[in-house]
T-cell receptor
Framework: SAVISQKPSRDICQRGTSLTIQCQVD?????MFWYRQQPGQSLTLIAT?????????ESGFVIDKFPISRPNLTFSTLTVSNMSPEDSSIYLC???????????FGPGTRLTVL | AQSVAQPEDQVNVAEGNPLTVKCTYS??????LFWYVQYPNRGLQFLLK??????LVKGSYGFEAEFNKSQTSFHLKKPSALVSDSALYFC?????????????FGQGTTLQVKP
């Protein structure tokens, strides 16, 4: 399995500001995903980060609110823009390899918006 | 539409006893099924998966799960629970026709193992 790191591990932010979360993998991966886990809730896919092209967003998530970059096969960023307290969640990246169906998750970024 | 249900918010077992965490799914075609565990303040750890083959799959930490197509279930089991198994468990499903790799997660079940 991959070694996945996320930065920051946690942050407390003010309403109206933006936070960029980084996801770094120790090997090249085919697919990278960003999930949100709201307090006491399950995981919901935000988008698939595509290398060299625009991310594919799930229903209910838009690029203006959650811009994503993936400049290469080992790195991606998720920005949470113009934050409100409703954005307080754990944000997790996950990765998948071609030829395997398993996704491996990073440790998550715990975001609190005041 | 694809969905996953974990009917129990919490499961309580005594250490040494067998445990079962239930999961049922709804997906078109033959599903890909997964179990993940989340410890407090940690990310998700992969436990096991069913893609094809034997209905009983074995995974990490002594866990196993049984795929039952007729009941559309994929219950997680362990013969003898440990206190350290206490965590939040998620069942997830992926459609084999999906070209995005998207996982649909259940609501999660908190497992509490008491000494």
């Amino acid at each position: 399995s991959a070694v996945i790191s996320q930065k920051p591990s946690r942050d407390i932010c003010q309403r109206g500001t933006s936070l960029t979360i980084q996801c770094q993998v120790d090997s090249q991966v085919t697919m990278m995903f960003w999930y949100r886990q709201q307090p006491g809730q399950s995981l919901t896919l935000i988008a698939t980060a595509n290398q060299g092209s625009e991310a594919t967003y799930e229903s209910g998530f838009v690029i203006d609110k959650f811009p994503i970059s993936r400049p290469n096969l080992t790195f991606s960023t998720l920005t949470v823009s113009n934050m409100s307290p409703e954005d307080s969640s754990i944000y997790l990246c996950s990765v998948g390899y071609r030829g395997t169906d398993t996704q491996y998750f990073g440790p998550g970024t715990r975001l609190t918006v005041l | 539409a694809q969905s996953v249900a974990q009917p129990e918010d919490q499961v309580n077992v005594a250490e040494g006893n067998p445990l079962t965490v239930k999961c049922t799914y709804s997906v078109s075609g033959n599903p890909y099924l997964f179990w993940y565990v989340q410890y407090p303040n940690r990310g998700l750890q992969f436990l096991l998966k069913y893609i094809t083959g034997d209905n009983l799959v074995k995974g990490s930490y002594g866990f196993e799960a049984e795929f039952n197509k007729s009941q559309t279930s994929f219950h997680l089991k362990k013969p003898s629970a440990l206190v350290s198994d206490s965590a939040l468990y998620f069942c997830a499903v992926r459609s084999p026709t999906s070209n995005t790799g998207k996982l649909i997660f259940g609501q999660g079940t908190t497992l509490q193992v008491k000494p």
